[in-house]
């Protein structure tokens, strides 16, 4: 599990990788929101293209962060989902709150 | 096959991939590999969140095929059970605190065809799940 980040302008965006579950979301947490409040960015861009496998603690992140985010006035973006973490993610409704996208 | 191991978050992984490998036998598509390691990430999950939240213990995991090709995991702690079982299967609903989903059992369920979950405060929760394995090749029911 590693966590990169791009910050342009007023866009950060968040590279995945790995696995996220209940073990490894905290040390994910924590470096994205470090992150957030050093750029405090209009746009978050969460990118999920090297994520192998994700629980619905992955789904709690995510959620948290578009909290956190919210504070800001920062809109939250997910995208390049691998269908498997698409699957999840689609079912607990975080689609009516954020907007996913494909590519 | 049977599994023990810690209340620890770091077997999280190896629970959900000794299951997901003992499921290769029926030779299951990508996606019923990413639904077992999912359900069984978020009921052993469970245990080390809720189960032993103060006190750690044991997680017993036994998976299992019948011969229709469907894969059986019973996943079992001696923790502190659940005062309201159909209360905690309700989506959404944690005593986790922040950035917990509240989405485990239902994840369970939709990821899983049957979902049995029996629980006693003070003994422990078993979680048994159910899911037919079609395979690649298109297993028979």
């Given at each position: 599990m590693q966590v990169l980040f791009k910050a342009e302008k007023d866009m950060l965006t968040v590279f995945l990788s790995g696995d996220i579950d209940h073990h490894t979301s905290k040390n994910i947490r924590e470096a994205i929101d470090s992150e957030l409040q050093r750029i405090m960015p209009s746009v978050l861009k969460l990118d999920f293209r090297d994520v192998h496998f994700m629980?619905?603690?992955?789904?709690?992140?995510?959620?948290?962060?578009?909290?956190?985010?919210?504070?800001?006035?920062?809109?939250?973006?997910?995208?390049?989902?691998?269908?498997?973490?698409?699957?999840?993610?689609?079912?607990?409704?975080?689609?009516?709150?954020?907007?996913?996208?494909?590519? | 096959m049977r599994l023990t191991?810690?209340?620890?978050s770091v077997n999280e992984s190896y629970c959900r991939v000794a299951v997901a490998a003992f499921a290769a036998q029926?030779?299951?598509?990508?996606?019923?590999?990413?639904?077992?390691?999912?359900?069984?990430?978020?009921?052993?999950?469970?245990?080390?969140?809720?189960?032993?939240?103060?006190?750690?213990?044991?997680?017993y995991i036994t998976a299992s095929l019948t011969e229709d090709n469907t894969l059986i995991v019973r996943i079992r702690d001696k923790g502190i059970g659940i005062a309201d079982v159909s209360k905690a299967r309700e989506p959404l609903f944690?005593?986790?605190?922040?950035?917990?989903?509240?989405?485990?059992?239902?994840?369970?369920?939709?990821?899983?065809?049957?979902?049995?979950?029996?629980?006693?405060?003070?003994?422990?929760?078993?979680v048994t799940i159910y899911k037919h394995i079609r395979g690649k090749n298109g297993n028979e029911a």
């Amino acid at each position: 599990m590693q966590v990169l980040f791009k910050a342009e302008k007023d866009m950060l965006t968040v590279f995945l990788s790995g696995d996220i579950d209940h073990h490894t979301s905290k040390n994910i947490r924590e470096a994205i929101d470090s992150e957030l409040q050093r750029i405090m960015p209009s746009v978050l861009k969460l990118d999920f293209r090297d994520v192998h496998f994700m629980d619905s603690s992955g789904v709690g992140l995510v959620m948290g962060r578009y909290k956190t985010a919210l504070v800001y006035g920062c809109e939250v973006y997910v995208v390049h989902m691998p269908d498997t973490v698409e699957k999840i993610m689609r079912m607990s409704g975080l689609g009516s709150l954020i907007t996913f996208e494909r590519d | 096959m049977r599994l023990t191991v810690d209340s620890r978050s770091v077997n999280e992984s190896y629970c959900r991939v000794a299951v997901a490998a003992f499921a290769a036998q029926l030779d299951p598509t990508v996606e019923e590999i990413s639904d077992i390691k999912t359900f069984v990430s978020e009921a052993v999950t469970n245990c080390i969140v809720h189960a032993y939240l103060s006190i750690p213990g044991k997680i017993y995991i036994t998976a299992s095929l019948t011969e229709d090709n469907t894969l059986i995991v019973r996943i079992r702690d001696k923790g502190i059970g659940i005062a309201d079982v159909s209360k905690a299967r309700e989506p959404l609903f944690t005593t986790g605190g922040d950035d917990r989903s509240g989405l485990g059992f239902s994840v369970m369920e939709c990821f899983s065809d049957k979902l049995k979950v029996v629980s006693k405060e003070g003994v422990g929760t078993t979680v048994t799940i159910y899911k037919h394995i079609r395979g690649k090749n298109g297993n028979e029911a």
